[in-house]
């Protein structure tokens, strides 16, 4: 398989405030989000990045999308590494995150036309490629309706479409179904595995099982900011053992330590 995505031994620490010393309910005035932490990702694949709230996740995913820079190690997207070549790399990624948020009084239109002009990308492809994909997600029937006046769920999709306007061949989603109904999270699932046939490199974080039963190919387990294993479910998981039990497992290992 050919690779697209080393982690390389990244480590990320913040400062924390009182008030968020409080509700971390530590008087540490540093917090370890990331803690060495290293995988490997491949083309026309979904890696999925499962751990409960606060394990680094989200660090990992802005550091892989050059949002934030680690403190240590290195990143390398296609061979560029988002240390020293971020700009290269931005190029070739595409990344959703909750944290984007869209101004109520665009269209879905001009947000589309605007992301796709700061792309560079020429008016007839942009074109094509907006027709496909708000077909795709229902969204032809909105595009000029502004965004306050739109579903959380449709919302969604728009975020998800302006992210990848450009094609990029590496796509990472940070928490991809977080707060859709059903039928939304179905055509986001469905729409990432089309990706992934299409070659993509995809990473999504999550903490939900069955996502990454439903859709992953590969799954890495994070932990207080570490790597615990990594592999597909067939390679971690024994004879009639589901996820949500060998995730625990891992937790109490964890606790005892």
């Known amino acids: 398989m050919e690779k697209t995505i080393t982690v390389d031994n990244i480590s990320k620490t913040f400062s924390l405030s009182k008030k968020q010393r409080r509700i971390e309910k530590t008087d540490s005035k540093k917090k370890v989000a990331v803690n060495g932490l290293s995988f490997e990702a491949y083309k026309g694949e979904i890696f999925g990045l499962l751990g409960p709230n606060g394990a680094g996740k989200t660090t990992t995913l802005r550091c892989i999308s050059t949002l934030i820079k680690p403190d240590s190690g290195d990143i390398f997207i ?80 728009i975020q998800i479409v302006i992210s990848i306007v450009h094609d990029p061949d590496i796509i990472i989603f940070d928490e991809p179904t977080n707060g859709l109904d059903v039928v939304t999270a179905r055509v986001v699932t469905d729409f990432l595995k089309e990706l992934r046939d299409e070659g993509k490199t995809i990473i999504v974080s999550t903490h939900i099982f069955s996502l990454v039963e439903k859709i992953c190919d590969r799954v890495g387990i994070i932990i207080d900011g570490k790597l615990k294993i990594a592999g597909t479910l067939d390679e971690l998981l024994t004879k009639n053992e589901t996820l949500e039990d060998y995730f625990f497992s891992l937790i109490e290992e964890e606790e005892s330590i």
């Open 78 to 157: 296609n061979n560029y590494s988002v240390v020293n070549e971020e700009e290269k790399v931005r190029s070739s990624i595409g990344f959703l995150t909750s944290d984007l948020k869209l101004e109520d009084f665009f269209t879905p239109n001009y947000l589309y036309n605007y992301f796709s002009k700061l792309h560079g990308i020429p008016d007839m492809v942009s074109e094509a490629r907006k027709e496909k994909l708000f077909t795709k997600f229902g969204i032809d029937k909105f595009k000029e309706v502004k965004v306050g006046d739109l579903s959380t769920g449709m919302r969604q999709k």
